[in-house]
DNA sequence: TTGAAAGCGCTAACAT
DNA sequence: ATGTTAGCGCTTTCAA
């Protein structure tokens, strides 16, 4: 069996009460220097590690914080990871991811189960499918530090950090008209979600500054966030297979848009259509057919979420002033 | 602040004591029906939970399994996650996912610091960098459950699962000379990691079945695992600026593909090399230049390794015969 | 400066 | 069938 050594060990080995240990551990000044210096060697030498189990017990805190994200196999959300641990490790905290692969279900478990896990606070993008925020609502409303990042939620009242999804849709459709595209289709994620409808308000208000008719039959919802891949190829075939066809496409999303070029490319239309979406993929400019991408600053958006995150957790007084921050995107033509 | 309920509280409301609240809770046998009712129903209506960290304290066990990798944000590991997340969660375990992004360092930190975050067990897959063991040898003879994934290390005696890196890279090579290619170079991953010889050996023993001559100068190998950009583009660059260039490459890793064919989209070499190599992206069909692919059973390596992991765990007796399970894997041919 | 003791939330002997 | 108590590892009053 796997069993650390405890204070109690250490008080014994060295003839002292755990008490005076536990001091000496904590640097306490009301302890003197030389008990300090044979605590601290001794515990040096045999490698102690204090119980973080016990600690958490007894500061009623655990110092971890939980992220929920739909996966972790995403760019966006990987590097958004990437940067919550920059900030979290170097303010010593824990961080414990949970994925719920755009599962309502799976997000009401996770975000209960973390929390129930004592994690300090918690940080969430949410699921594609939620459209019922209680699971939320209770926990924020116990106490419990939340931050939305990327897919944020308008009714509860906490920081939120999220991309300037208007502009970057805005961007690659503009984009798209001006490389001559008249009949221009958009491929959203799930309707609910915030981004939807920040991107789509971009997408449609670079159609109308260019004088371009808003056609709701161009437009096309993936309810589970693509997900399931049949739900891209679908609205895909759907794009495909009308009467006009586009001659374009915006995609909402890292998966969407990955979704959009296999489906495009199983139907053998890799040529007639320019598509544009926001990626963060990596190999974005290794893409055929290519995809113009609109990336997120997602390192940054987590660094940001978690910064916030920890003020509210550090924080010695209620908070009552909630910021929304927002952060620019970048676009990248490929072709 | 949060402030869960706990089951003092409820025994409070319900007069009774504590050890009855616990063991109607836990459904022990010895407890009236009707007692047992009444705390379940309060407990249902007040949403109750145990509070895990004092069960882990109590218990010495945390149900939670550390997970190792060099980065989530990498197609295989974060399918080998998904892998291990299934399991775990129907054997009612938590998981700790922690990245080493390659880095001695990052890995001595992070398994010591899961080891005494009190996780039951531990799932790893060796960091580029790591040539040093001391830190795993020592929590596995403190009788720390460690189960090695992909990147293994055989001095350490316990279960391991890994793909057929062998075969894989035996076929790809294979398929590079049945194309044509006379002479093949290998870009490589850290030469110490397991995957590395093997994947080596598979690509020897295929030139020499074709009786093409092994050249050692054909060999560069990665030591960061290709975590920096500059040391993909440096080893192909040295390829290309070779007198005796090669007409195809064998790449051995996901990071590693995807940086060998940035590199020569960036030199404007695309067209004239063929390319082959270890990949679980999934976008792999679409990319250009294209890359024929290794695919590894990623969801599978990790649920195969959550179970061992987990059956060690849960042993009563000490394990003495370890397995190391072989998975297969597939070849995709993209052009 | 140090020690004894209580308590964080829970479980499990050991009473009753 | 239920209550009392001790203890998991640690910190922190309170007393000495």
């Known amino acids: 069996m796997f069993k650390p050594v405890t204070i109690k060990d250490i008080a014994k080995a060295l003839n002292l009460s755990t008490s005076t240990v536990s001091r000496a551990l904590r ?7 030389e008990t300090k210096r044979i605590v601290l060697d001794y515990a040096e030498k045999i490698n ?5 189990i016990a600690l958490s017990l007894k500061e009623r805190r655990s110092y971890s914080i939980g992220v929920v994200v739909c996966e972790v196999a995403n760019q966006f959300f990987s590097q958004a990871i990437d940067g919550i641990e920059s900030i979290a490790y170097s303010k010593g905290y824990h961080v414990i991811i949970s994925q719920t692969h755009d599962k309502y279900n799976r997000e009401v478990i996770n975000t209960e189960h973390l929390a129930h896990r004592s994690v300090d606070g918690l940080l969430i993008s949410l699921s594609a499918e939620t459209k ?10 116990q106490g419990l530090p939340i931050v939305f990042f990327d897919r944020i939620l308008d009714s509860i009242q906490t920081h939120k ?5 208007f502009k970057g849709a805005f961007n690659a459709t503009e984009y798209l008209i001006e490389s001559g595209c008249k009949r221009i289709a958009h491929l959203a994620n799930a309707a609910q979600l915030s981004i939807t409808s920040e991107r789509q308000s971009g997408y449609e208000e670079a159609l109308k500054k260019h004088n371009i008719e808003i056609k709701p039959e161009l437009i096309r919802y993936c309810q589970h966030g693509g997900s399931n891949v049949q739900e891209v190829e679908e609205a895909v075939r759907y794009f495909l297979d009308m009467d006009e066809k586009p001659d374009a496409i915006f995609v909402a999303s890292d998966r969407l848009s990955t979704g959009c070029l296999a489906a495009l490319k199983k139907y053998n239309k890799t040529e007639d259509l320019l598509i544009a979406g926001f990626s963060n993929s990596d190999v974005v400019e290794l893409l055929k057919p290519s995809l113009s991408a609109v990336r997120q600053p997602a390192f940054e958006m987590g660094r940001k979420a978690a910064e ?3 003020s509210l957790i550090e924080s010695k007084y209620p908070v009552e002033e909630f910021e929304t921050a ?3 995107t970048t676009f990248k033509k490929n072709d």
């Open 132 to 141: 019922d925020y209680s699971h939320l609502v209770k926990l924020h409303q």
């Open 326 to 328: 927002i952060l620019e």
């Open 308 to 310: 916030m995150l920890i």
């Open 48 to 52: 102690f590690q204090r119980n973080p």
């Open 27 to 33: 640097g306490g000044y009301e302890i003197s220097e």
């Open 161 to 165: 950090v999220t991309s300037n999804n």
